[in-house]
């Protein structure tokens, strides 16, 4: 997706008054547009209006829905009584924002150090997120032999806080921002 948003970006830049970053929302948000409207006249509104559920699924659901609706109000209560939602709360509010910070701050970050060509910046934005997925892949397998997942959540959040603040501090060393992302 970098790429594809880092050649838009550059080859249509200037393009009918548009700058690059313009044109990547349009092209990118156009199939938006058709999915939505064919999602709107396709899904079904409640569970007696799919004709691919069965009489005895839909039943399902309309027991499973109406159950859930009685006692929303009193489990929002509760779970706003409990200080462990808030505590769940902060952590993930933590590891969102590492996400984020390298999504929309990694650009800047290579800019910052020296990088200016866009096509350059899109090319090394893709790393971190391809050693990412190699990583998940491997903590997830490597979890799932060891049948432990509190251990390995824990470690992996406190190792990329710690290459977060290493790539946010002002170190001006492009190599270890980039492989700290």
Not at 52 to 74: F, I, P, T
Request: glycine share 8%.
């Amino acid at each position: 997706m970098t790429q594809n948003a880092t050649f838009i970006m550059t080859a249509l830049g200037g393009a009918y008054g548009l700058h690059g970053w313009q044109w990547m929302f349009l092209i990118e948000g156009l199939p938006c547009i058709p999915i939505g409207i064919i999602a709107f006249w396709y899904l079904d509104a409640k569970p007696s209006d799919a004709r691919w559920l069965s009489e005895r699924e839909v039943a399902l659901l309309n027991r499973d829905v109406g159950e859930r609706h009685q006692g929303a109000h009193e489990a929002f209560g509760n779970a706003l009584r409990d200080p462990r939602i808030y505590a769940l709360a902060i952590g993930y509010m933590c590891l969102i924002s590492g996400i984020y910070t390298v999504s929309f701050w990694l650009p800047t970050i290579l800019a910052g150090m020296g990088v200016k060509d866009a096509l350059e910046i899109g090319l090394y934005s893709t790393i971190p997120y391809i050693a990412a997925a190699a990583s998940m892949l491997f903590f997830a397998r490597l979890s799932d032999r060891k049948q432990e997942r509190r251990r390995h959540s824990a470690l992996l959040a406190f190792a990329g806080a710690v290459t977060l603040v290493i790539v946010t501090a002002p170190t001006h060393n492009f190599i270890v921002s980039l492989w700290s992302a």
